[in-house]
């Protein structure tokens, strides 16, 4: 009767082991891909940042006083194009940049919950070993007809069972 009980532990304490290491898997994954997306984002900031610079430079370049007579703006409409394009990159450029930091945090949060269950799937995967150390020497206290056997089965199946329950516990 003792090994159906402790085969029932077992199960539980197996279920919630694999089910915890699940969950680390979904923290990693879901981790990574908030740092694809935030590294998407700065590689979008830098190019709208690039051509912020770029429009400036060129308005800066306009403003020189140098101008084509087969053109058909003037300096002055050129160098105001030019700026207005900069600043319009240049408050795109803020928009993504708050994104991919907003990602980059939701990243490392995924990778802090993933740290966590693992910790977690740790003291569960403790826990199992104890519980099935507990039904071999159980087994062994039928085969030999020991008392010892089975006293030492129950000590390690109840501490397996504590250290899997410590898992519940971990912050």
């Avoid at 390690?156 to 971990?170: D, H, K, S």
Wanted: aromatic fraction near 8%; charged fraction near 25%; hydrophobic fraction near 40%.
């Amino acid at each position: 009767m003792t090994m159906a009980i402790v085969a029932a532990v077992l199960a539980a304490v197996t279920l919630l082991s694999h089910r915890e290491h699940n969950a680390t898997i979904l923290h990693q994954i879901e981790g990574n891909i908030k740092s694809t997306e935030a590294a998407d984002q700065w590689a979008f900031y830098q190019a709208k940042k690039g051509r912020e610079h770029l429009y400036e430079a060129m308005a800066d370049l306009a403003s020189t006083g140098s101008y084509d007579a087969k053109s058909s703006d003037s300096p002055k409409s050129s160098v105001s194009k030019w700026r207005s394009n900069a600043e319009r990159y240049r408050g795109e450029a803020e928009a993504i940049k708050t994104k991919a930091e907003e990602l980059h945090h939701q990243s490392e949060e995924s990778q802090e919950q993933s740290h966590h269950s693992h910790h977690r799937a740790d003291r569960f995967d403790l826990g199992e070993l104890g519980v099935e150390l507990a039904i071999i020497l159980c087994s062994i206290a039928v085969l030999t007809k020991r008392r010892g056997f089975w006293f030492s089965g129950m000590a390690f199946g109840i501490l397996g069972a504590g250290v899997a329950v410590t898992g519940f516990f971990l912050r």
